[in-house]
């Protein structure tokens, strides 16, 4: 489980890393307006969609992102018709961002707002503003304004002149500056340090090391089932009898194993490319897709506790069968390898299908891909090895009971999994069925029952009597009622930081007797500054948002353990800034951004364009240590649970800061 952990944060923290020091723009606007007759006419906004990203639709449900919205603030000379139109409706998903049900585009998509003009005028303007807000499977740009002034035809300039002049007025201020006494201009700019931070090229291919070892390791279980540790010796012995020259039949062997790894490699580069790696993706994240998932695995598992057998067509394997007996050569062997591959479906068909969701998970095409390869190599090794030394085989355990036991416990493990995406499923659709302390409930018991089951307590119709327990299931059930017992403090709200990719988020706990760290946290700026200042700490920025699913995560599995929050208040002062706050400003503030005035109207804006002008990013979670002068002491830390790691970084902006101090 720490391994599919670690695979999933080090894909999202590729992503992040990939976005660093630079302003993420996914969607652009393009809008024009054009009479259609003397009398009609229609402004076109036409959106331009980065590929992996959406655009939310016009109407979104309560708690989740920015609906798209076209306000208009001044219209002259005309009167507008209707509502503004998209140029084809937006498909409805499930956000695992957000765990809700939304409408979004994911390409490029276009709008149209009728008007007629009023009577006897010979043009118009229009002005207003768009209001979006883009997402891709991990994270969001915060809410987003794009201003547009519009006019065609014979306009009166006085008249234009005059309504500028209002608006402008109205929305004119100066940006609340922190007092001079600790210099923090938060309008300016701040360099980062020199950072050795890892690479994106390192960290793909850490990512893709972690899913290679899941593979593997997925392939090390898949031999101890019944349907491939019996193929074994009878594969091997009949290489050793078809061919005379031993040197002959170790050569048929090891392609035979080559075979094998082509098949599952070729099947994990064939689902990605008939799919593509983005869809596989939104596959992956789909709730209806996650339930019938769900059933599959509560199928397989209870085929595996003895209930019925679940088997491809029999045809299908005597058809690969009888074409190895017919062929000769490498036809041959392959073959053989294809018939392994479809007997063994009943056991490998959970292990490959949960290892392709998530290995496709990061939208990468290698994913899959490497995934199988691993899963393929580790089937391939014994065959091989075998073959080599087959004197080995007379030391292998023999098929019976064990087997049996290996696909009960399979059975088990698959029920645990299969909640996961249970899970998914009810946190999209706001079901309730199976919060936090629900699910860890299910967990306890399942892990129970799988300890009492390996200790010859429980049994299914089709075991036979335990009479000792082995070493190897004592210590698996000991392994199995302990992590029941870990699990126990979940129930009361414990963060489980082991197993915080699997349970539900702990908003949806009931009873919670956990809290996070004990700090005192700032969601002003300049307040948070001057206290700093007057303090003589360095300052934590905390670019967070109500929406930010991975927020939370770092909040309850970094922020809440005793390292961090005794960190942070022992030595910084906490400044969290939500971007997607909606709560007025007293006065809009009027800035310019990348050659456009935009125009900052709620809390959020404010913080979304303080995180961009002067850091240069616009993602959350995003930290950073500053000084009492508003310069950065280290490089920014993005989405990455490591605590041991957020604890180093936090102790070089320390460092740093004292040493700045100190001169």
Known sequence: MRLRLCAITAIIALWAVSLKAQIVSPITWDNSIEMTSETDGKIVFKAAVDNGWHLYGLALPDGGPRPTTFRFDRVEGAVLVGDVKPSRPAPETVDMIFHLKLAWWDSDVSFEQQFK???GSKGCVIAGVIIYQGCNDQSCIPPTKEEFELSVGDVSPAAVTESTDTVASALVSTVNKPSASNGANWWNAVTFPESDSVSTEEIVNSSLWYIFIW?????????????VWPMIPLTVSFFLKKNTSRRRSIIDASIYG???????????????LIFGASKLNDLATNAVFNLIFFALLVVFAISFFGAFDIK????WSNSADSKAERTSGLISIFFMAFTLALVSFSCTGPLIGTLLVEAASDGNIAGPAVGMGAFALALAIPFTVFAIFPSLLKEMPRSGGWLNSVKVVLGFLELVLSLKFLSIADLAYGWGILDREVFIAIWIILFVMLGMYLLGQLRFSHDAPLDYVSIPRFFMALASFSFAVYLLPGMWGAPLKGVSAFVPPLYTQDFNLYSQGEFRTFHDYDEGMRFAAENGRPVLI??????????????????DTQEVSGAIKENFVLISLMVDDKTKLPEP?????NGKKITLETVGEKWSYLQRSKFAASVQPFYVVLDNDGAAMNQPYYYDED??????????GLKNYLSVNDK
């Open 117 to 119: 003009l009023d009577s």
């Open 215 to 227: 593979g593997f390791l997925g392939g090390l279980i898949a031999l101890l089932t019944p349907c």
């Open 258 to 272: 080559g075979a094998i790894i082509v098949i599952y490699l070729v099947l994990g580069l064939a689902v990605t």
């Open 312 to 315: 491809l067509p029999a045809k």
């Open 542 to 559: 905390d670019f967070s948002g109500y929406g930010c699913v991975n927020c939370r995560k770092m909040e309850g599995a970094v922020f």
């Open 589 to 593: 503030i009027k800035v310019t951004e």
């Open 643 to 652: 605590v041991e790691k957020y604890v180093e970084w936090l102790d070089g």
